[in-house]
T-cell receptor, first 120, second 115 residues
Framework: DGGITQSPKYLFRKEGQNVTLSCEQN?????MYWYRQDPGQGLRLIYY???????QKGDIAEGYSVSREKKESFPLTVTSAQKNPTAFYLC???????????????????FGDGTRLSIL | ELKVEQNPLFLSMQEGKNYTIYCNYS?????LYWYRQDPGKSLESLFV?????AVKQEGRLMASLDTKARLSTLHITAAVHDLSATYFC???????????????FGKGTHLIIQP
């Protein structure tokens, strides 16, 4: 079955440590995204990528980094510069990447099951 | 900056009743999404609304879009307990030029349906 796999499900970070969250999709989607969700809040966009080897900052990119070396994979690193990393992190993907007009496409973004990150 | 506002943010209702969740957004966009989230879980896509006047229905849920008013509604008919969840609306970046730039989400409506 096609889908998005995020790992680990739970992650703990020590002070000054960088941690990497994995996101893999087998939906053959060009576009991938990372969102952060705080308790009782909506999702906020961290980074997105419309095509391999290219990515763009979202609304809250500070303290995070990403890479997109393969179409299927879009890992997120939470660096020590992110002072408040405790949150639920969701990865998503969708059809339509750079220079792709989605027109009447009715395809939504598909989400993984998320990673809960906490500070030790 | 695109802003998306949902109301109410919290709703407690009884089974069998009808209610409407509202989603307003600040900048012209012709694509709106509704998602459901169960506690501790990921987001499940409910509806994609692509144009002014679009209406979609699935079971007891019906969503509509008025792009001129920048308003979408999610109507619940004869609510049942299984519909208890948090519902989010999200809007496309209107300046994306057709590319996939990510969504702007409302804060969500936490819905509790009591027997």
């Amino acid at each position: 079955d096609g889908g998005i796999t995020q790992s680990p499900k739970y992650l703990f970070r020590k002070e000054g440590q960088n941690v990497t969250l994995s996101c893999e999709q087998n939906l053959n989607h060009d576009a991938m995204y990372w969102y952060r969700q705080d308790p009782g809040q909506g999702l906020r966009l961290i980074y997105y990528s419309q095509i391999v080897n290219d990515f763009q900052k979202g609304d809250i990119a500070e303290g995070y980094s990403v890479s997109r070396e393969k179409k299927e994979s879009f890992p997120l690193t939470v660096t020590s510069a992110q002072k408040n990393p405790t949150a639920f992190y969701l990865c998503a993907s969708s059809v339509g990447g750079q220079n792709t007009y989605r027109g009447n496409s009715n395809q939504p973004q598909h989400f993984g099951d998320g990673t809960r990150l906490s500070i030790l | 900056e695109l802003k998306v506002e949902q109301n109410p943010l919290f709703l407690s209702m009884q089974e069998g009743k009808n209610y409407t969740i509202y989603c307003n957004y600040s900048t012209t966009s012709d694509r709106l999404y509704w998602y459901r989230q169960d506690p501790g879980k990921s987001l499940e896509s409910l509806f994609v609304l692509l144009s002014n006047g679009a209406v979609k229905q699935e079971g007891r849920l019906m969503a509509s879009l008025d792009t001129k008013a920048r308003l979408s509604t999610l109507h619940i008919t004869a609510a049942v307990h299984d519909l208890s969840a948090t519902y989010f609306c999200a809007v496309d970046n209107p300046y994306s030029g057709g590319g996939a730039d990510g969504l702007t989400f409302g804060k969500g409506t936490h819905l509790i349906i009591q027997p």
